[in-house]
Every structure is written in structure tokens, then in C-alpha cells.
């Protein structure tokens, strides 16, 4: 039997005592996912959909084949180990195809959203300093043009339909792969081997590029298994979320195919509940990753038993805590589907979960930290543990946790400022109990979380600023009862600008800037125009006041 991480003993306790990180001395993940499945039983690896009604199916052999093509291709192109290449395509082929190619080649793959603008996009493929990218047609013109800006990008690839390049700087995926040979040696890699950079917003300055080795999709397999009921040998998954999140990416994607597990891509776009109801029964989904908002959306739908024919026994979420009426919600209207809670960050992902058949799941509680994750609240400035419910900084041990990442990319002083001793530091505040469970209580910082997305402000503010009409702005997270927040700009306008005539128009002026620059999901939904903004002697934006100003009007809406 191909190896795989698996979880032992009957109870919570002895699959935490026994756990061990056993990972193979020369682990890559192109023989991990694909290659080391057995090729003569024809197991399919992925179901394809695509909302103009047609089907794929791709066993693990056909996309260890395709990864083989590519592989060969970016090599043509003059990709080399430890190269970058950045990805910018939805729930289709290509995308994880791209990727397993450059884990085959010992290059680093950087996931991307096709959410993002120019701004966003030019940022991480210049900062990377990526080689190459693959981009969806959809997106092609905005790659263009952040791609105009960054230097050492030499290849840009066209994920198409019928192999007609909408840019004519690019080339396309078929094409670039028609000709290449389906065999390709493996690169001689370990779990330590650079992989992967994703990046992730700070409360300040621009997103910071968290470098992975090859061992951070494995990693995630323990809580894999605890949230999806420790039932990993027969399941079918999906989830809406973009394939360029970790979430999608290590929350379901990835450890699935590390137990030959098949799972549904179908590129959505806005997320559709009637969709996903219909997704869910025409592949018989056993198993899915759903961020709180989709959730709730889902729940908009009436009686859904009684509509759809479903196979789903268990739901994972993340990025906020789960409300009671979600856990009454799928025991009620679902008859009892499990949705466990799981908690994580870009640099260390899956490190808190709950498995039912282990322990009792308590609404808005992460969990408890998952075997093979060394994870306890402590003093950020000593790393000492701080005692039962007493709140602290939740962190983890690096040791040989595989989900820990190495770093931040070409920075240094960011990396040596998340960790205290042998600790990572997530930045988030919480408390664990003396039952072992772990509780959310705040970021430590002003970064917010709006819809399962991490956004940080002082990007969002740069954004608005460059509106000739704007003078200052504050940007914080207002609570929202279906995205968890949404994000709030204060703005204070120039002199010469008169928004009681103007006030509409340069609202939403600021909210195509933000989304054409950075990305959809970042734009301010409410916008306040004041005269003046709380400000430090220095003259910094005090967006402590701001939140304290919003609390204290009892959550009236602005525009």
C-alpha cells in the first residue's frame, strides 16, 4: 500500500501521544499526489465541471502524465530548479497540473488569484521574482499588464478553451505542451526542498511571501483526517474556495490526492448555494471545505434535502468561528451533517480542529490542536506558556512541523519577528481551556477577516489615497453578519472636494479603484466620509479610535 499519514488509536489522546513524523528521506510531492498511486486501476483523481455543462474525468495516471508534459515544457523555456513560477487560473486542470510540474522540477510554484488586480499581481510576481506564469484567458490582459513591470519574467502561458491566445505576447497551455514527452525523472528533493510561496496580508505594508517546502500538503493530513471524521479512504470533495488559497489548496485539494481520493474542480466565480447544492449531488460529494459566508448562503436555501439527493457526512470551515445557528443548521436541514471548525494561518496552516468521533464540537470554539502540531498560547515576548484560560498569543512549535514555514520571502527581520525561542508566533490572541479546547479571540493587530479573506488595511488605504479627492483614510473591519466583517474606509476628503453633491459618486470611484488595483474581495463596502481622522503626534492613522468610534454608534451604517 502506498504510503500515507495516518492516524492512530482510539482516542484523541493516544492518536496525539503516538504521532509521528515519518515523512520519506527523498519526499517529493509529484510522487506523493500522482505518481505513486497505482496506475492499472484507473482511479479517478479528478472530476471536472464547467458551468457550460461539459465533463472531464482524469485519473491520477492522466495527470501525472499532463504534470510530466508541462514539467518538460517550463524546462524547454529555460525554468530551472528553485525558479519561480506563478499561477493565476481557477478551479480547472491547469492549475494544479502547473503546479505538481514545478514540484517534479524542484522549482517553486506561486498560487494566485485571478480575484487579484494589476497592483496585487505585479507586487507578488515582482517580489517573487517568478520566471514564468500561467494565467487564465479571463485574466490575461491584467497579468499583461503587471507583468510589463516585472523584469525577470520571461514566459507568460494562456490557459484557453480553443487555443486561441487573447494576448498576443503569450502562448498557450495546450500548445506550449502539445509536442512534450509524457515521462519525466523526478527531481531528488526532501520535505525540506522549497515548493511553494504564498502570500499573505500583514497589517502593514504589502503582502509577505510565505516560503514552503515540500512537505507542508502532507502536514496538513492529520487534521484532514480528524475534521473529515477520520473517513479518508472512500470520500469524494469539493469546495468553492479559489484554488489559490491554502485553504483550497491544503484544506482539501492536496490531501486528498495523498490518499487517492478524487475530488471536483468547477470554476464558479461568485459563489452560486443553488450551484453548489447541485454540485454537491451530481458528483456525490461526501466531504467539503466551506468558509463561514458560503455557509451561510447555503442556508438561504429551503429545505435542501428535499431538492437535492446528497451523499455530504462531513463540512470543514475556517477563516472565522462558526455561529451556533450553523451547527443547527446542518444537524436540522442536513440531518446531521458534521461541520467541524479548523484553525490555521498561511505560515502554519491546520494546527486546530474537532473530529466528533473524538470529542464533543462546542459553537465558536476552534478546537483542539491536531496530533503532529505542537500548539499552546503563549507570552509573545518570553514564549513562555501561558497558564489554562489565561489569554495569550496562540503559537506552535517549528521542530520538524512540516506545516511551519521556513520563512518570510527575502525577509529576514519579518521572519525573526514572528518567532520567540522555538515558537512561531500566529499573531492571533486566544485561550485554551482546561479541556484542552483552543478559543479565537482577537488578531493582535488590525488585520481583517471578511469572507474567509485575510485583507490588511494600510494596503486598502494606499489604494484610496491615489483618488486625487482623497486626504487621508483609515480603513478597519465592521462585524457583519454574513461575511463575518466587511471592510469600512473613513475618508477624509480634500478641501476643495464637496461630497454632499459628490458623495455617491466617490464612493464607488473608491471602490473600483480598490478593486481594480488589488482585488474584489478588498474593496470598502461601507465608506464614511469625515472631516478629520484620529491621529497619533506623528501623524499615523489611529485605527484603534476608529473601531471604538464604530462600537460606540451601535453599528450605524455609513453609505
Known sequence: MPWHVSLDGETYEDARE?????????????RDLLRKHDRSDERIALYQAYPDGR???????????????????????????????????PQKPANPLTHIACWKMGAVSLPLSPLFGDESLRHRLADSEAKAVVADTSVIETVASAAAECPALETVVEVTDDDTPA?????????????????????????????????????????KGALHGHGVWVGHCPAFSMYFERQVDDGVYWTPADWAWIGALGDLLYPAWHYGRPVVGYPMGKFDPETSFSLLEEFDVTDAFVPPTAIRMLMSVES?????????????????????????????ALAGVAVNELYGQTEANLLVTNCREWFPARPGCMGKPVPGHDVAVVDPETGVERPTGEVGEIAVKRGDDPVVFDGYWNDDEKTAGATVGEWHLTGDLGVQDDSGYCWFKSRDDDLILTSGYRVGPGEVERAILEHPAVEQVGVIGVADDTRGEIIKAFVQPTSATDTTESGDELREAIRDRVRDRLAKYEYPRAIEFVERLPQTTTGKIQRRKLREQEHASNGESHG
Open 55 to 89: 465533463r472531464e474525468t482524469y485519473t491520477f495516471d492522466d495527470l501525472d502524465r499532463l504534470s510530466n508534459r508541462v514539467a518538460n515544457a517550463f524546462e524547454s523555456a529555460g525554468v530551472e530548479r528553485g525558479d519561480r513560477v506563478g499561477v493565476v487560473v
Open 167 to 207: 494576448d498576443s505576447a503569450s502562448t498557450t497551455f495546450s500548445v506550449l505542451t502539445e509536442d512534450e514527452s509524457e515521462g519525466y525523472e523526478i527531481a531528488e528533493t526532501t520535505a525540506e526542498t522549497p515548493a511553494i510561496v504564498m502570500y499573505t496580508s500583514g497589517s502593514t505594508g504589502p503582502p
Open 18 to 30: 503516538s504521532f509521528q513524523w515519518d515523512l520519506p528521506a527523498d519526499y517529493n510531492l509529484g
Open 304 to 332: 435542501p434535502l428535499e431538492t437535492y439527493n446528497l451523499s455530504l457526512r462531513a463540512v470543514c470551515s475556517g477563516g472565522e468561528p462558526l455561529t451556533p445557528e450553523i451547527l443547527e443548521w446542518a444537524e436540522t
